[in-house]
C-alpha cells in the first residue's frame, strides 16, 4: 500500500468513527423540534433557550432527556 493510499484509508477509517460519535449525541435543534410538541413556545423563547444551552457548552446531549429539566428551568414549569 502506499503511504497515499494508508493516509486517505486512515483519514476514512477516522471520519467514520468521529461521524459514530456524533450521531449517538442529540442537538439542542433536535431535542426543540421534539419539546415543541409538548411545551409551547415561541419563536424568541426557542432562540433563548438555544442560546443559554450554547452558552453552557450544551449544543449537543447524549440523549433528548437530558435537556428536559434545563427546557422546564428555562419556561418556569415546577413539576
Known amino acids: 500500500m502506499t503511504e497515499s493510499k494508508y493516509k486517505q484509508s486512515k483519514a476514512t477509517k477516522q471520519s467514520a468513527q468521529t461521524h459514530s460519535v456524533a450521531s449517538d449525541y442529540v442537538t439542542v435543534e433536535a431535542f426543540i423540534r421534539s419539546a415543541r ?13 438555544k442560546n443559554a444551552m450554547a452558552s453552557k ?20 414549569i415546577n413539576d
Not at 457548552?57 to 418556569?76: I, Q, R, T, V, W
Open 37 to 49: 410538541t409538548i411545551y409551547p413556545m415561541t419563536n424568541l423563547q426557542v432562540v433563548g433557550f
Open 57 to 76: 457548552g450544551m449544543k449537543s446531549a447524549p440523549s433528548l432527556e437530558f435537556y428536559l429539566p434545563y427546557l422546564k428551568h428555562y419556561l418556569g
